[in-house]
């Protein structure tokens, strides 16, 4: 069973940084994607970025140059530093794990509040 625990978010003005974090434990695949999804109120869950084993980042248009992912692969970790937060990045974020077959795994979610 894999699991995963996300920390990090609050809140903090608009202009402020947030760094989240998120570690897996559990039977994980060596190669894989990990990631941060956010979804704010009345709206869809959206990505935000990913990142794999090999260090290959992919992120949303929305919060590019703002945002960056990265991870240790050792600790099984994924981290989301946050800069520039705006209004509209409140939401609350959530740490997905994914790997072939379809072993897709989800954090409960840290809540990001910016406030203007």
């Known amino acids: 069973q894999v699991q995963l625990a996300e920390s990090g978010g609050g809140l903090v003005q608009a202009g402020g940084s947030l760094r989240l974090s998120c570690a897996a434990s559990?039977?994980?695949?060596?190669?894989?994607?990990m990631g941060w999804w956010r979804q704010a109120p009345g709206q869809q869950r959206e990505l935000v970025a990913t990142?794999?084993?090999?260090?290959?980042?992919n992120y949303a248009r929305e919060i590019e140059g703002r945002f960056t992912i990265s991870r240790d692969n050792a600790k099984n970790t994924v981290y989301l530093q946050m800069n520039s937060l705006k209004p509209e990045d409140t939401a609350v974020y959530y740490c997905?794990?994914?790997w072939g077959g379809g072993m897709d795994f989800w954090g409960q979610g840290t809540q990001v509040t910016v406030s203007s």
């Open positions: 990142i794999t084993t090999s260090g290959t980042t």
């Open positions: 997905n794990l994914f």
């Open positions: 559990g039977d994980i695949f060596s190669i894989n994607y």
